[in-house]
């Protein structure tokens, strides 16, 4: 069965995009774990790493770098970032398509990792889509 995300790449299902090629998307985690909480995903379904070609890897690597460049000159008072791989459900993974975790931290945030979230609206994720988004653009 598809997964939530294959039906977000697929335009079945609502998602905040913050790019997208031919290999990789980004778009917002629908709860986020911090505000600016992005996903890096690759189109290709598959559920674990390994399956990926090192070509898709690289590319979803160098993508979320580019969104935590974006989300750092978005918002200046994101002064830090964490990214998570749960890969397999025994690691935490809940989504069984590969995704990258691009998690924004500020200083004092006392974030911490493993608990439950509450989902944010639809105008919230959007918004800060469309801000990352116009950052990407900027870069050199
Ligand atoms: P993981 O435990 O690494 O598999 O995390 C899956 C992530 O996907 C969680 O942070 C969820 O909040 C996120 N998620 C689930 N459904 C959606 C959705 N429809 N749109 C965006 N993010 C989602």
Redesign the pocket.
Known sequence: MPS?FTE?LSGR?P?SFVYRDAMVAA?L???PLSEGHC?VVPIEESARLANLSPDTVKHLAAVAQEVGGALQRSDPTITGLNWLM?DGADA????PHV?L?VIPRRQGDGLRFGGRSRKAARAELDAWAERIAERLSERP
Do not use: K, N
């Open positions: 939530i977000i299902a998602a778009f985690d629908i709860a996903l749960c935490g993974q809940e989504v995704h975790h």
